[in-house]
């Protein structure tokens, strides 16, 4: 459903490369023939009348803090490139940044992109089996990491998969290279790769609803792609003067990085950045003592700072919007910012493959609580029913966008193109089902296939499923989804135990921790059953929707 209702008529004027397509009869995303992520962020300020501003302030645990501007990281971003391509670096390479909110991984992204490699984000919550896998399938031969994350996870990154060269921001450990070293190559001589708007640029390995996680592989084109919906959900105050950006989530996905920390530097804006673990009453400090004004949080976050509601209406604070995603916002969330902190909330809804279907933008049209929001200009966004077929408003339909989408990513990490599982005649599937009402807002209803949608992460059954299956004690294990007012979904685990084990709490901790520790923190299942048979369809298959009916009825 294309929107061009009158709310839209001026959006163009925020949206530099957003543009009305008389010919197709509805607003367009204009793509340039050549993008770089690199240059068109911190590049593109570096040389400018931006090259002394802030890019980033990074606050170290123990308070000291550090700025560097534009025209610094740029600096360092050169010389990283140049030590990267002496260890072979080249056009189109997977390059792993396993680091956290750093100034380390903005230099590392600015230079992997500047040599038209690819880079691979590894997130520092992930246990050694994710590790292996996403190492072994990427193939990176190089990682610029934390050797103290390393240790802690209990791998030697030089003996896992091909990696050749380990890049350590901390103290390197033997055969390593020291992060220092890196950043004293001569880089006078170093120009950077010019690269097509459709060449691949990010790698990031997402959960589906089955198997183990796929590389999804976007170019340099999706950043151009997704301003005109971040504008929006801004509120159209992304280049408002005085702005300064923070997200408490982690760069390492998209919501920490594409949704905030890339748009903000395209924007020239300054950028806040901790490793301090969330945590709601330092969150109001950390956010009045660095001036921040505008911010990406799951609703999860969100439902922590309402939790200590008189903490922030103790700080001055400068915010302004938040923008929110990953789950459906409860709307007594979006009345506490409006009303106890005065704050706009704009919710958007997407999906990591193509994001920013749609969304809220109060400076354009009014936010309703509980509402997902309209569909955003230049999306063909619709709801369809099995067949592909439109479904009417106010009745509940998948909803789909249009296959030229400009988000679109360019497909799995060796098997590029769009997924047939995606496809529906002209549409993309999402598997998340809302209804439409007659003034074109979104009302959410909640998924039709097996992936776990908690907290903002994306947790597939499989993988859970695959690491408590390798503890001794169990023989089978079925994962399912759980509604849950706080993370909008939980995991839970039914597990058949093997002959003369039974279950207990002591034993439930156990599996608890096994999957923390293997898997992912975020992945741990909640809650376990133990049951001596699974219900199974006349072709033996686990019925999956009869366990997320008793999980629900919590037997």
């Known amino acids: 459903m294309t929107d061009t209702s009158p709310y839209f008529a001026d959006v163009s004027t925020a949206c530099s490369n957003l543009s009305w397509n008389e010919g197709q009869g509805r607003y367009v995303i204009d793509i340039p023939e050549n993008a770089n992520i690199a240059a068109d962020t911190i590049g593109r300020h570096a040389s400018g009348a931006n090259r002394d501003k802030p890019a980033l302030i990074f606050e170290h645990d123990d308070g000291r803090v550090e700025t560097f501007t534009f025209a610094e990281i740029d600096d360092m971003a050169n010389r990283l490139a140049v030590s990267l391509r002496a260890m072979g670096v080249g056009e189109g390479d997977p390059v792993a940044v396993h680091v956290g909110q750093r100034p380390e991984t903005a230099i590392a992204h600015m230079a992997i992109y500047k040599l038209g490699a690819v880079v691979l984000t590894l997130s520092q919550m992930y246990g050694p089996d994710t590790l292996l896998h996403v190492l072994g399938h990427s193939g990176a031969r190089v990682i610029v990491a934390e050797n103290t994350v390393w240790q802690r996870v209990g791998l030697d990154p030089l003996k896992t998969a091909k990696l050749a060269h380990v890049i350590a921001v901390d103290t390197p450990g033997d055969g390593m290279t020291a992060w220092s070293d890196c950043l004293d190559s001569d880089a006078s001589g170093f120009t950077p790769v010019l690269t097509k708007a459709e060449a691949p640029a990010l790698l990031m390995y997402t959960s589906?609803?089955?198997?183990?996680?796929?590389?999804?592989?976007?170019?340099?084109?999706?950043?151009?792609?997704?301003?005109?919906?971040?504008?929006?959900?801004?509120?159209?105050?992304?280049?408002?003067?005085?702005?300064?950006?923070?997200?408490?989530?982690?760069?390492?996905?998209?919501?920490?990085?594409?949704?905030?920390?890339?748009?903000?530097?395209?924007?020239?804006?300054?950028?806040?950045?901790?490793?301090?673990?969330?945590?709601?009453?330092?969150?109001?400090?950390?956010?009045?003592?660095?001036?921040?004004?505008?911010?990406?949080?799951?609703?999860?976050?969100?439902?922590?700072?309402?939790?200590?509601?008189?903490?922030?209406?103790?700080?001055?604070?400068?915010?302004?919007?938040?923008?929110?995603?990953?789950?459906?916002?409860?709307?007594?969330?979006?009345?506490?910012?409006?009303?106890?902190?005065?704050?706009?909330?704009?919710?958007?809804?997407?999906?990591?493959?193509?994001?920013?279907?749609?969304?809220?933008?109060?400076?354009?049209?009014?936010?309703?609580?509980?509402?997902?929001?309209?569909?955003?200009?230049?999306?063909?966004?619709?709801?369809?029913?099995?067949e592909g077929n439109p479904v009417p408003d106010g009745e509940v339909g998948e909803i789909a966008a249009r296959d030229d989408d400009r988000t679109l990513f360019l497909g799995y990490w060796g098997d590029l193109g769009v997924p047939e599982r995606l496809r529906c005649g002209q549409w993309l599937r999402t598997s998340d089902l809302a209804r439409r009402d007659s003034d074109g807002y979104y009302w959410y209803q909640g998924r039709n296939d097996d992936l776990i949608k908690s907290a903002g992460y994306r947790i597939g059954p499989a993988e859970i499923e695959d690491t408590l299956l390798r503890h001794s004690d169990v023989v089978e294990a079925a994962v399912v989804g759980k509604s849950d007012a706080d993370r909008g979904a939980i995991v839970v685990a039914f597990i058949k135990l093997a002959s003369g084990k039974e279950g207990s709490p002591e034993l439930t901790r156990e599996l608890q921790d096994y999957v923390k520790q293997n898997l992912a923190f975020y992945k741990y299942p909640r809650e376990i059953h133990y049951v001596t048979e699974f219900p199974l369809t006349s072709s033996s298959k686990i019925r999956r929707g009869e366990l997320r009916r008793i999980a629900e009825q919590g037997a």
């Open 208 to 386: 589906g609803s089955t198997g183990l996680p796929k590389g999804l592989l976007h170019s340099h084109r999706v950043l151009h792609a997704y301003m005109p919906s971040v504008a929006m959900f801004y509120d159209l105050e992304l280049e408002r003067a005085d702005a300064k950006f923070w997200s408490p989530a982690d760069w390492a996905w998209v919501g920490g990085l594409l949704d905030l920390v890339l748009p903000a530097w395209m924007a020239g804006q300054t950028v806040v950045a901790s490793q301090h673990r969330f945590d709601a009453d330092w969150a109001f400090e950390f956010m009045s003592r660095h001036g921040v004004t505008h911010s990406f949080m799951t609703p999860t976050a969100l439902k922590r700072l309402a939790e200590v509601s008189e903490s922030g209406k103790s700080h001055e604070l400068a915010l302004r919007v938040v923008c929110t995603g990953g789950e459906s916002l409860p709307g007594e969330i979006v009345r506490w910012l409006d009303e106890t902190l005065n704050v706009t909330c704009n919710e958007f809804y997407g999906l990591t493959e193509f994001n920013h279907l749609i969304g809220n933008c109060r400076a354009l049209y009014p936010v309703r609580p509980g509402s997902m929001g309209r569909a955003y200009p230049g999306r063909v966004v619709d709801l369809i029913d099995d």
